[in-house]
């Protein structure tokens, strides 16, 4: 008998003992056995840390995100072998390509938040603040990555993509991982972990896998480690309040299955396009796994004279989706993962009937086109009709982990609101109208109870990923119940593995700490101009300081020939009456235009273009006869990968753009951005 093998301390092993024997769901057949038995896990941790954790802190952010564009890169020519697999987990081609491709997909979309991080192994986060009156003694906050390792402990319901979402936010803060996937499904998850192992793509030490059980690895984290969680509130719970935890404050992030819903809005009627939205995004939400997602509708919410429409056009959808052997041309929805989910449902089920109806589907009986309906894991997907979901509300509190939805009226959107908001937090609801006024009182009023909420009419329709579908830039958690976490949501996710320290000093100190000018640290001049020197040969504090110019009514006339811009401020000094000028002011843009005119060095040299403009503003009136002088500074310098062989070696630099006048106030203030060629073209 196959036996899964846990990948641990850089060496694929074995467990001891017969382990748990893991089933085929579509046929019953004994797909392997997982033991993780005579692992030993503080070993386990202390690998990851010192092995994986040094390796990869010594990454830049711009390495570590091409490292998950490369994994990404190769995993896309592996996941045919991945779609044969998975098969097994009762999962058709669709249920697959969300989880397999979806959990690639993540990888790319993480590897592109390398260009929104410095290429260093560390971020600053947020503005200097100014702690002293006259600047010398200022503060910033830096983030570094946590020296412990991401502890993944995952659902049975996506084994690849509940992995690769995870991973790619703590490979990307620079941060190790031991992966627990669900141990009826991990023989999903081994197979990608030995493509990702023999790619040698990752460090050696920044990944590892239990495929058995992991009882006791919390026994050994640390204050630097990182625990995140996915599965049932319950285990969830007791899993949080494990002492180790608390004694060592180790993070601990949750996201538990959650009572979702989607709510029909009162303007919609049979026979507009966002009724047959509501329909089908609803059946899909219902099939789509088999229902076991955790993002899946478990309550349906519809104004109460479209009841029965709605029941009705439900049914006919649920009777026309093919249930059986994905492998079977037709079959448009799998099975539970295993038997002992079947049984964990219809116990569910069985619980909420005491208050509700079934209105479509059966407990006894189900229609399988090549599957096994003994041995098999399959299961009708189930409506259920709550008619006083205020009065019964055990729909709110009791999720059955299949395709099983309730559907309830309401009267006002209020009333809709108030039903939302009873599911006591939730990953995501829906709100289908053609209405913007109502889907504003909606979100406004159950936003405090749902991590996310999608706004779905006939304008976005065709394009929506849909509300079952967490995209990686946006959080993925949710309140209360739905566990009170966060996943992934872009640069947010990354920095749950990142430690935000504060750091104070005196302006020059904190800019050779972090490596980007901080105003009031000290400047340095060289006799060659900026604009002559490639990337490299620049430092962050050089400084150019700029002849001076008078500024002339002719200037501002001249500029709003230009420009086209007569603002009566600057055209019509018997306007000015009321506002806060004294006389005809020159255009910020004028003085900004003019700031360039005074530090551009003209002639051809290592800068190619302006590549733009952040945080400008124009702080003090300019007026005629004024002067203006500018201080050019070396604010940081962003290096660029090459898109191809043949590109040219190139880097960003950020420009401190200080305006000031003949009493040394700064009349204007920016960041240019400049793309300037590397003297090494290698």
């Known amino acids: ?98 989880d397999i491709e979806g959990g690639i997909g993540n990888l790319f979309a993480n590897s592109s938040l390398r260009r929104q991080f410095p290429n260093e192994t560390f971020c600053l986060e947020g503005d200097m603040v100014k702690l002293s009156k006259n600047g010398t003694f200022i503060g910033h906050h830096i983030c570094v990555p946590r020296e412990g390792v991401a502890i993944h402990i995952n659902a049975f319901n996506f084994p690849v993509w509940g992995m690769l979402e995870k991973i790619a936010v703590n490979l990307m803060a620079g941060v190790p991982a031991v992966v627990k996937p669900a141990t009826i499904t991990s023989f999903l998850t081994e197979a990608v972990v030995k493509e990702i192992v023999a790619s040698g793509i990752l460090p050696v030490g920044s990944l590892q896998l239990i495929c058995g059980s992991a009882n006791g690895i919390l026994d050994h984290v640390s ?20 002492p180790r935890l608390l004694e060592e404050a180790v993070p601990f992030n949750m996201e538990s299955d959650s009572l979702n819903c989607m709510v029909l809005g009162t303007d919609v009627q049979p026979g507009m396009p966002e009724f047959d939205i509501f329909i089908k995004e609803v059946q899909k939400e219902i099939t789509v796994k088999a229902g076991q997602k955790c993002t899946a509708v478990r309550r349906i919410m519809v104004p109460e004279n479209l009841i029965e429409d709605v029941q009705i056009a439900l049914g006919k959808r649920l009777a026309s989706t093919t249930i059986g052997d994905p492998n079977v041309e037709g079959v448009r929805m799998g099975a539970l993962a295993s038997k002992s989910q079947v049984k964990e449902v219809r116990e569910k089920v069985q619980l909420l009937s005491k208050q509700q109806e ?40 009791v999720e059955p982990f299949g395709p099983v939805s309730t559907l309830m009226p309401y009267k006002t959107i209020h009333d809709a609101i108030e039903l939302a908001k009873m599911g006591k937090g939730s990953l995501v609801s829906s709100i289908i109208t053609a209405d913007d006024k109502i889907a504003r009182e909606y979100v406004l009023g159950a936003a405090c109870m749902h991590g996310r909420i999608l706004v779905l009419n006939n304008e976005c329709a065709k394009e929506s990923t849909g509300h079952g579908s967490p995209m990686p830039m946006l959080t993925h958690g949710g309140p209360g119940r739905a566990g009170g976490g966060e996943e992934m949501g872009g640069m947010r996710g990354v920095f749950h593995y990142l430690n935000r320290v504060a750091i104070q000093g005196s302006p020059t100190s904190l800019t050779n700490i972090t490596g980007v000018y901080q105003s009031g640290g000290k400047q340095v001049e060289d006799v060659k101009h900026p604009f002559k020197k490639h990337f490299e040969e620049l430092t962050i504090g050089e400084t150019l300081i700029t002849h001076k110019h008078t500024v002339s009514e002719a200037d501002i006339v001249n500029f709003a020939n230009v420009s086209g811009d007569n603002f009566y401020a600057h055209m019509d000094a018997t306007s000015l009456e009321g506002t806060i000028f004294t006389q005809r002011v020159a255009h910020g843009y004028f003085v900004l235009s003019k700031a360039a005119g005074l530090f551009v060095d003209a002639k051809k040299g290592p800068v190619m273009l302006n590549y733009g403009l952040e945080e400008c503003r124009f702080t003090k009136p300019v007026y005629p006869g004024m002067t203006i002088g500018v201080r050019l500074t070396v604010k940081e310098k962003v290096d660029s990968e090459k898109r191809t062989p043949e590109d040219i070696g190139k880097g960003i630099v950020k420009w401190l753009v200080d305006v000031y006048d003949e009493t040394g106030e700064t009349v204007a203030i920016a960041t240019i951005l400049t793309m300037v060629k590397k003297l090494q073209q290698d």
């Open 1 to 98: 008998m196959n036996k899964l093998q846990n990948y641990y301390c850089g060496k694929w092993v074995s467990g001891d003992g017969d382990g748990q024997t893991l089933y085929n769901a579509i046929n019953g057949g004994i797909i392997a056995t997982a033991s993780s038995k005579g692992l030993d896990f503080a070993r386990m941790l202390e690998y990851g840390r010192s092995t994986g954790g040094h390796q990869l802190r010594k990454m830049t952010f711009h390495e570590r995100g091409r490292m998950l564009k490369a994994l990404a890169l190769h995993l896309g020519t592996k996941k045919e072998d991945f779609y044969k697999i998975s098969w097994a987990t009762g999962a058709t081609r669709v249920d697959s390509w969300i």
């Open 223 to 242: 204050s630097q480690d990182v625990v995140t969680f996915t599965g049932s509130a319950s285990t969830g719970k007791m899993l949080k309040a494990h």
């Open 358 to 397: 079934i209105v479509y589907g059966s407990l006894d009986k189900i229609e399988v086109m090549g599957g096994d309906t003994e041995r098999g894991a399959f299961f009708s997907p189930i409506l259920m009709l709550n008619k006083d979901p205020f009065k019964n509300t055990d729909c709110h509190e």
